[in-house]
């Protein structure tokens, strides 16, 4: 039995029926994509959040704080004058001294007895002496004679003032009225002439030594007026002033020696010789400049700027600043008061970008200027 002509047609009209079904619908499925992908695109870029400052005019002081100890204005050492053996020490290291007061002896039994023997030799030879004058003038005795008694006499007298200086050396006393600070000799020791025995710090002001950079040596001048933080004190303030700017600066380091003297301590702060103390220098000073937080200002490619906020938009735009103190930077040119910058997170942003302000109190992103903050309308 022979097969129809159109029996073998139909399956073929089929596939190819079913093929135009599948690409009319995957057609469809792209023109919806491109609609909707095109309905997002419609809506622009998103405001970023950024945090802003205001330019204001504010007192700028850029100074540099260097740390040095304590010290005595003058310390003063005590040596021994003569040779000898330690008998006895009556001071300690922090023990405050009164000028003349005795610190130490030294055995002074020889010296005694020199002492008592030079004043008999001196009595014998006053005494022959006052006979020979009186000869003398009852024309008994030549002037020779005269002379001679007089010559005793007075060998007699440098040789008590002899031993009563070695009587009085043997007595170690305080050179001055302060605090003693240094004690190298012990009951029974050996010392000779000249030795170091005691140090003590002169009563007085205190003075801080400290060494500053040859950059910023040069806008310090005595008499100017400091403030110092002992560490022992952190919450105590000292006022002290520049006593002295030493000549030369140091040839390795470049840095100067600085003196400072304290001023009179706080109640309850008892400033002792060693204590650190950190002594801030002001340097420059700028009053009722213009100020904007140091990240608001970026440098790229040798210019300086700011983002400013101008209706919720940025602006890209130069400054020239000055001075730099305590996280604050001066700005000369390109800014007035009122405006506001973006004070941090320049890499983020471009040119024209828009942005909402942060709200400073609230701490979250206020909208734009403008924008409707009701309910959205039906």
């Known amino acids: 039995?022979?097969?129809?002509?159109?029996?073998?047609?139909?399956?073929?009209?089929?596939?190819?029926?079913?093929?135009?079904?599948?690409?009319?619908?995957?057609?469809g499925?792209?023109?919806?994509?491109?609609?909707?992908?095109g309905g997002r695109g419609n809506r622009g870029p998103q405001a970023l959040p950024v945090a802003a400052a205001?330019?204001?005019?504010?007192?700028?002081?850029?100074?540099?704080?260097?740390?040095?100890?304590?010290?005595?204005?003058?310390?003063?050492?005590?040596?021994?004058q003569m040779a000898g053996?330690?008998?006895a020490v009556h001071v300690e290291e922090g023990r405050h001294v009164r000028a003349g007061e005795r610190l130490a002896e030294l055995d002074a039994r020889e010296a005694t007895a020199q002492l008592a023997r030079a004043r008999a030799i001196l009595a014998n030879a006053e005494a022959a002496y006052a006979r020979s004058a009186q000869l003398a003038a009852e024309g008994l005795a030549s002037g020779s004679e005269l002379d001679e008694a007089r010559a005793a006499r007075d060998i007699a007298r440098a040789d008590v003032e002899v031993w009563s200086t070695r009587l009085a050396f043997s007595r170690i006393?305080?050179?001055?009225?302060?605090?003693?600070?240094?004690?190298?000799v012990e009951r029974g020791g050996a010392v000779t002439a000249h030795q170091p025995l005691f140090e003590i710090a002169e009563d007085g002001p205190r003075v801080v030594r400290v060494r500053v950079s040859e950059l910023d040596v040069v806008r310090l001048e005595p008499g100017r007026a400091v403030s110092v933080q002992l560490d022992a004190y952190p919450q105590a303030r000292i006022e002290g002033r520049i006593r002295r700017i030493f000549p030369s600066a140091d040839a390795a380091s470049?840095?100067?020696?600085?003196?400072?003297?304290?001023?009179?301590?706080?109640?309850?702060?008892?400033?002792?010789?060693?204590?650190?103390?950190?002594?801030?220098f002001p340097l420059e000073r700028r009053a009722a400049a213009l100020a904007v937080p140091a990240p608001a200002v970026g440098v790229s490619e040798g210019e300086t700027f700011v983002y400013v906020v101008v209706a919720d938009t940025?602006?890209?735009?130069p400054v020239e600043t000055g001075l730099t103190a305590e996280g604050w930077i001066e700005i000369v040119r390109g800014l007035a008061a009122g405006e506001r910058v973006v004070s941090s997170g320049h890499s983020s942003l471009r040119p024209g970008a828009p942005v909402r302000v942060r709200d400073p109190e609230a701490g979250v992103a206020a909208p734009p200027a403008?924008?409707?903050?009701?309910?959205p309308r039906g």
């Open 85 to 87: 053996t330690v008998v």
């Open 254 to 280: 470049r840095l100067v020696p600085v003196e400072v003297a304290l001023g009179p301590a706080p109640g309850g702060v008892e400033v002792r010789p060693g204590f650190l103390a950190r002594v801030e």
């Open 173 to 184: 006393e305080a050179p001055v009225a302060g605090v003693v600070t240094a004690k190298r």
């Open 370 to 375: 403008g924008a409707d903050r009701g309910a």
């Open 54 to 80: 205001e330019v204001r005019p504010r007192d700028l002081v850029r100074s540099v704080t260097v740390a040095g100890a304590v010290e005595p204005l003058r310390v003063v050492q005590v040596n021994a």
């Open 1 to 27: 039995m022979s097969a129809r002509p159109g029996a073998s047609l139909r399956p073929a009209a089929l596939r190819a029926a079913a093929a135009l079904a599948l690409a009319a619908a995957l057609a």
């Open 29 to 37: 499925c792209a023109r919806g994509g491109s609609a909707e992908s």
């Open 314 to 317: 940025l602006v890209r735009r």
